[in-house]
């Protein structure tokens, strides 16, 4: 194929076309996705449209089959490698990480079987009409609040090999005190578990915000993972601290578990206050 002026402009305007789609792709990439195939349309219109002048002009700048077959599969690879490159990457990637979907699928499936092992397990903790909780000597102070509510859930986290930790936040009506308690008892927390920004992913003003806000955290560290949540109760404010090994993960749904026994421990303890109290003073 000889070099004419007619080659040049007919390359030049596939260049032109390829040049701006690929600018609106880096521009903005969810246009460019969602109007791909109006602009792949526009490349072979326009294609079919210089081609037909210059045919119509007798100055088409191809004259053999084999360069026309040449011509026609290079425009077809710059279809597939500059318009059709998002979704043969995405082909690419699935099929490379088909191993890792099938392994991420079974650890599914096992995560499912625990968690159900876990809601059963706080289905058998919660307390029966027929067989009552039995409280010794509660006198609602702090200590007996803490002794009873951590042997509760301590039901629930032996049983996975979970350990758990409480402190203690003051509580007070105004806003500003008691998100500092908060922070001093996170300070505590930081200091017996050796917890550092880059370990759980956020500074301690986001920290304090997040636990103030009622949330809980996550953090994975490489010998062990914790989850770290509030509860705030009819009767006292904690921040719990729940550790696992590496062989076991503890995650925000068992902070969800345990946030449910602690909501049933208070209502219970609301609903057995007086008989408590008169029993305490006997």
Do not use: C
Not at 20 to 37: P, V
Not at 252 to 257: E, F, I, R, T
């Amino acid at each position: 194929m000889a070099v004419t002026v007619y080659n040049v402009i007919f390359l030049l305007v596939l260049l032109v076309g390829i040049s701006f789609s690929i600018g609106l792709y880096i521009w903005n990439r969810e246009f460019y996705l969602r109007h791909r195939m109006g602009i792949r349309k526009i490349y072979y219109g326009s294609i079919v449209i210089v081609g037909s002048i210059l045919w119509a002009f007798n100055v088409f700048p191809v004259n053999e089959t084999k360069e026309l077959l040449a011509l026609v599969i290079g425009m077809v690879l710059i279809d597939l490698f500059v318009f059709q490159t998002p979704d043969i990457t995405k082909f690419m990637s699935n099929e490379f990480k088909q191993e890792e979907l099938v392994q991420t699928i079974n650890k599914n499936r096992g995560t499912f079987i625990e968690l159900s092992e876990k809601l059963i397990k706080v289905n058998e903790t919660m307390p029966k009409s027929m067989v009552p909780w039995q409280v010794d000597d509660f006198d609602f102070s702090f200590e007996k609040y803490e002794e009873f509510v951590l042997s509760y859930l301590q039901t629930f986290t032996s049983t996975f090999d979970l350990d758990l930790f409480a402190y203690y936040v003051e509580s007070s009506v105004e806003n500003d005190v008691f998100v500092s308690n908060i922070e001093f008892a996170y300070e505590k927390i930081r200091k017996d578990h050796d917890f550092t920004i880059r370990g759980v992913g956020m500074r301690k003003r986001q920290v304090i915000q997040t636990l103030a806000g009622g949330e809980n955290i996550e953090i994975v560290s490489k010998d062990s993972s914790y989850v770290l949540f509030p509860y705030f109760g009819e009767y006292y404010n904690l921040l719990f601290v729940v550790s696992s090994k590496k062989t076991t993960d503890v995650t925000g749904a068992d902070a969800s578990l345990l946030l449910n026994m602690l909501y049933t421990v208070d209502a219970w303890l609301k609903w057995k206050e007086d008989e408590l109290l008169v029993e305490t003073s006997s």
